[in-house]
Nanobody, 115 residues
């Protein structure tokens, strides 16, 4: 079955940038709508961006204009470019398919934005 591995997180100052990657093994993501989610301490997991198999994108209002989701079907990856980061973007970030059946959740990648 598909396994998702998120990477690229880290500690960054407010206003900085990070690029997250989601790599899949055991199957293809090419025909699936994929999303990036985040979960901050004490909060529910929320989807911040998604991309369809044809490349159409949607963003949560909180990240619109700052985050860009993309995919590379040849590499079976989905990326999230995050610019102008804010302390409230601090969370563990995950990727998954928003439409069922979802894949098993990966471990996520921690993003910490200092003020």
């Amino acid at each position: 079955q598909v396994q998702l591995v998120e990477s690229g997180g880290g500690l960054v100052q407010a206003g900085g940038s990070l690029r997250l990657s989601c790599t899949a093994s055991g199957g293809t993501l090419n025909w699936r709508t994929m999303g990036w989610y985040r979960q901050a301490p004490g909060k529910q997991r929320e989807m911040v961006a998604r991309i369809t198999s044809s490349g159409s994108t949607n963003y949560a209002d909180s990240v619109k204009g700052r985050f860009t989701i993309s995919r590379d079907n040849a590499k079976n990856t989905v990326s999230l470019q995050m610019n102008s980061l804010k302390p409230e973007d601090t969370a563990v970030y995950y990727c998954n398919a928003p439409l069922p059946p979802a894949f098993p959740w990966g471990q996520g990648t921690q993003v910490t934005v200092s003020s």
